[in-house]
């Protein structure tokens, strides 16, 4: 167990010592005005506490990741220990950052309009489709997911609990975010944190035995190694916790509640640090739970045993009646909570598109209904196929953002190399896993291996050629 800690202490660090150095390289400023000043609707620009964002974000980037990523991403052993550590502080830190940052710097736009203003015209339609077509695939998927857990544990209707929870994205979705998300998200944000707490506190007391970080165990212990290399399957299935393209959609709604720039580290980079150690305590709970790497891929290969199962076994074995409380709140409201923010910056995203104003109720409803028409009509259809593509796409969305990043930094201040290097590292992750995995083209290593280092030093390239002055005004 002695890797573990370190591994949280060293996360720990990295939030006063990295984080403060990025803050620095981009130059948060207090007394700049923020959007959630300048801009106050009472809806969606609306000043909250930082205690209040701080778990709300946490929330919104959370929910299942963390926990669902971790323990499937602990079938390889312990070096996915390595890039949920390597993953958060050097990628996922700043990514989160700056998706959050930019939007403040740039009137609260969603991520798409900010791609744009950086990567040109088409990047920007290109993720306007996008960004919206997977946000609403997350709240269609945490809709029947909740539902079909829901039925499980109540017997009720699945029809009638999917209605229900539509009913709720709707008013969550157009309500002012104080009055709801604002008032319930910090209370299950805390939740999942103090569920994370008391699976370490079991965990120590207990004696389980978290496999370290020895030479003989950094390796590939997946049970079917050849057909799950490290690279890029492993970056692939821990995304929350080390770097998730969704968690820049989700930065902009907080980007709009914040009264400092100062409070950025706190927020968004703190967040992400948050999640990481989340991801870390689900990774080493998941390895020793079920006495090791080996039974725990055997355990999850029986039927019926999922990695939602897991969770609740975990949760109902350790933490007894409150673990099956908390068990409850992060296999269903987590995701609910997730999905609901998904509908939320569809909405915002779509309307920053067309530059709809949301201050009314009635123009929201415009913009919200039809989200909805399109989801209802998702929910017929087999997710089985389509879901496959969501880790890969959620990187690919990570990978835009990442370059967007790098070329504002270029442009403003000419210090990039922090962003470039994660750029170049997800580009060829991306185009690896699309090229080696079987919902890809199912290509050899060696293929897919090639072209993603090629496509990273053709962007790295492009990068360094084309992108000289500054040119672009904040």
């Known amino acids: 167990m002695i890797t573990f800690f370190i591994c949280v202490a060293i996360l720990v660090a990295a939030y006063f010592i990295y984080g403060g ?7 948060a400023d207090a007394n700049r005005p923020t959007p959630a000043i300048t801009q106050n609707d009472g809806v969606d620009f609306v000043p909250l506490s930082n205690g209040k964002i701080f778990l709300i974000q946490f929330l919104n980037i ?23 550590v390597v993953g958060c502080i050097f990628i996922g830190s700043v990514h989160d950052y700056f998706s959050g940052m930019l939007s403040i710097r740039h009137k609260g736009a969603s991520i798409p309009e900010i791609v744009g203003m950086y990567l040109g015209k088409g990047a920007k339609n290109f993720m306007r489709i996008f960004a919206v077509g997977l946000l609403i695939i997350v709240g269609v998927v945490f809709v029947k997911g909740p539902a079909s857990i829901l039925h499980g544990i109540t017997q009720w209707d699945v029809t009638w609990l999917v209605v229900g929870i539509f009913i709720y994205y709707l008013l969550a979705t157009m309500i002012p975010i104080d009055k709801l998300i604002g008032k319930i998200y910090p209370i299950f944000g805390l939740s999942l944190l103090i569920m994370a707490l008391g699976i370490t506190i079991t965990m120590v007391l207990g004696g389980f035995e978290v496999p370290e970080l020895v030479p003989e165990n950094i390796t590939n212990m997946h049970a079917d190694s050849s057909k799950f290399p490290i690279y890029p399957l492993l970056f692939i299935t821990i995304a929350c916790g080390a770097v998730s393209g969704f968690h820049s959609t989700q930065s902009p709604l907080m980007a709009r509640c914040l009264p400092n720039e100062r409070d950025g580290k706190r ?3 703190g967040a992400m640090i948050a999640e990481g150690i989340v991801a870390l305590i689900w990774a080493a709970i998941a390895m020793s739970f079920f006495g090791g790497v080996k039974e725990l891929g055997q355990t999850l290969s029986q039927p019926n045993q999922d990695v939602a199962w897991a969770v609740n076994k975990i949760c109902n074995t350790l ?10 709140i992060g296999v269903v409201a987590a995701p609910i909570t997730s999905g609901d923010t998904a509908f939320r910056s569809a909405r915002l995203t779509i309307a920053d598109s067309f530059n709809i104003q949301q201050g009314k109720l009635i123009q929201r409803l415009y913009v919200t209904v039809p989200i909805f028409a399109v989801a209802i009509l998702l929910t017929q ?6 879901w496959r593509y969501f880790g890969w796409a959620n990187q690919t969305l990570s990978v835009f953002v990442l370059w967007t990043a790098a070329v504002y930094m270029r442009k403003t201040t000419g210090k990039f190399w922090f962003v470039l290097i994660p750029a170049i590292f997800m580009t060829s992750v991306v185009t690896s896993y699309i090229l080696i995995a079987p919902e890809g083209f199912n290509l050899s290593q060696e293929i897919s291996y090639t072209v993603g280092v090629l496509a990273g030093i053709i962007a790295m390239v492009s990068y360094l050629f084309l992108i ?7």
Do not use: M, T
């Open 267 to 269: 927020i968004f980079f």
């Open 21 to 27: 150095f990025i803050e620095k390289q981009f130059g």
């Open 319 to 328: 933490l007894g009646k409150v673990g099956g409380i908390l068990a409850l």
């Open 62 to 84: 959370a929910g299942l990741g963390p926990i669902f990523g971790a323990i499937a991403g602990a079938l390889w052993g312990p070096v996915a220990f390595i890039w949920i």
């Open 381 to 386: 259809i087999d997710f089985s196929v389509v």
């Open 468 to 474: 000289k002055k500054p040119e672009v005004s904040e």
